[in-house]
C-alpha cells in the first residue's frame, strides 16, 4: 500500500519537465543523512487512483510529467499508478532508493511503457546527488533502443 505525505510541482528532478513529485511515506531505506526523514514513517494518505487522479486533475494544465517520490514499500504498485498516469498522457518517473529495478532493464516488462524516467539508488552522502560526479545514484531515460544512463544531464557544462 502506498501513502502519500505530499506533493509539490518542481523544476529540477526530471530534465525537461515541469513534474508534479508526489513524496510517498514509509521508506524502507532509511539512508543516513536522508533529506526527508519524516517520510520513513508509515503516515500519510493511502494514495487510491481516486486521490491520485483528484492531484493531477487540480495541476493537468501546468504539469508534462508526474514523479513517484519513494514507494519502494510498494513496487508493484508504483508501477501500476504509473501505467495508469501514462495512459493520461504525462510523462512519468519513478525516484527509487533501490540499486536495481524491479524488472531487468531490458526484460520485456518495461516495453509497456509504464515509465519514461527512473531513477535508482540510495542516498549515499559523501557520494552526492545526482549532479555529483561520484554519484552512486542513476537516472535513466526510456528511448525506443531501450534505457539509457543519463545522469550526465543533472550535471552542469
Known amino acids: 500500500m502506498l501513502k502519500i505525505d505530499s506533493y509539490d510541482i518542481v523544476f529540477q528532478e526530471v530534465p525537461n519537465q515541469t513534474t508534479l513529485?508526489?513524496?510517498l511515506t514509509?521508506?524502507?531505506h532509511r539512508c543516513p543523512g536522508c533529506h526527508s526523514p519524516h517520510l520513513w514513517a508509515?503516515?500519510?494518505e493511502v494514495l487510491t487512483d481516486e486521490l491520485l487522479l483528484s492531484i493531477i486533475g487540480k495541476y493537468r494544465s501546468a504539469i508534462t510529467c508526474v514523479c513517484f517520490m519513494g514507494g519502494d514499500n510498494d513496487t508493484e504498485r508504483v508501477l501500476e499508478l504509473a501505467g495508469?498516469?501514462?495512459a493520461?498522457?504525462?510523462?512519468?518517473?519513478?525516484?527509487?532508493g533501490n540499486t536495481e529495478p524491479p524488472y531487468p532493464l531490458d526484460s520485456e516488462f518495461w516495453k509497456s511503457g509504464v515509465l519514461d524516467y527512473l531513477k535508482l539508488g540510495p542516498w549515499i552522502a559523501e557520494r552526492g546527488t545526482l549532479k555529483a560526479p561520484d554519484t552512486n545514484q542513476r537516472f535513466y531515460t526510456c528511448t525506443?533502443?531501450?534505457w539509457i544512463d543519463t545522469t550526465?544531464?543533472?550535471r552542469k557544462k
Open 26 to 28: 514509509c521508506c524502507p
Open 144 to 146: 525506443s533502443q531501450g
Open 88 to 96: 493520461l498522457g504525462f510523462k512519468t518517473a519513478w525516484y527509487s
Open 152 to 154: 550526465f544531464l543533472f
Open 84 to 86: 495508469k498516469v501514462h
Open 21 to 23: 513529485a508526489l513524496n
Open 42 to 44: 508509515d503516515a500519510g
